[in-house]
């Protein structure tokens, strides 16, 4: 059965019905991939960023020479390569909203704390003062 409310409990079952936990280590490990997989988000949204304010500056000689070329009318490779990022962040994100949707409260805390964690080492420090959030993406 699942839970609509949350719970607190080492059995849980997380997007697959063959992903259960049913001993403290199972349960610590996938707490673990949880955490790993929030930061490694927080990571791919920082490359998807970046690549996306390539494609939107001009870049000028040396910075970015692959990503400049035109490749088809209009569309760069860093218009494709920042839209490519984007869906993959998108599914990064819908999954974890899947995740959390397992209403299990130490999913719930252990991806919280990925995204805070991975925001810190990964996006933090690239913030400018003036921050645009283009992310339709509830989960971030």
Known sequence: M???TFYWSRYVTLLFDSWKTDSWASYALTLLACFLFSAFYQYMEDKRIRVSRLSSSKPTGMEAPLLERKVVGKISAARIAGT??????S??????????MSFNGGVF???VLGLMIGYLVFRSANEEVAVVVDNPCACA
């Open 84 to 89: 490519v990022l984007f869906g993959i962040n």
């Open 2 to 4: 699942m839970h609509m």
């Open 91 to 100: 599914a990064l994100g819908y999954l974890l909203m899947l995740g959390i």
């Open 109 to 111: 805390l252990a991806v």
